[in-house]
């Protein structure tokens, strides 16, 4: 595909500001995450990356309401909901346990049905 340079804006992508987060055994907490697309139905995704370990997939969302966790992040602790108005899919995490420190990424994939 060829585009030219007022074309190729590169306009699909996620913002994570927040930084580290520091919370108590048994506490809530929301890890934010903004993104940016020109896709009417993106897929948005949340990853755990522990020390010297690959990410490990949790959860995936899309802006038609369908909800993936993988078994390891049961929806009860880990959930996600779409803001359409601005756009951003927030992590909340409840109940947390010692193991839940790691980095958490955010990801955007646009979907074929454009």
Sequence with gaps: M????????????????????I??????????CKYETTSAFPYLFWYK???????KYVLRRDTTGTEDNDQEFPKDRFDAKINKIQPS?????????????????????LSSLQ
Excluded: W
């Excluded at 030219?4 to 994570?16: A, F, M, N, W, Y």
């Excluded at 990356?49 to 990410?55: H, K, S, V, W, Y």
């Design 2 to 21: 060829f585009c030219s340079s007022s074309e190729c804006k590169g306009e699909d992508k996620v913002i994570q500001e927040q930084g580290d987060v």
């Design 23 to 32: 919370a108590a055994e048994g506490d809530t907490v929301t890890l934010y």
């Design 49 to 55: 990356q522990e020390i010297n370990e690959f990410p």
């Design 89 to 109: 899919v927030p992590l909340k995490i409840q109940k947390l346990q010692l193991s839940d420190s790691a980095v958490y990424y955010c990801a955007l994939r």
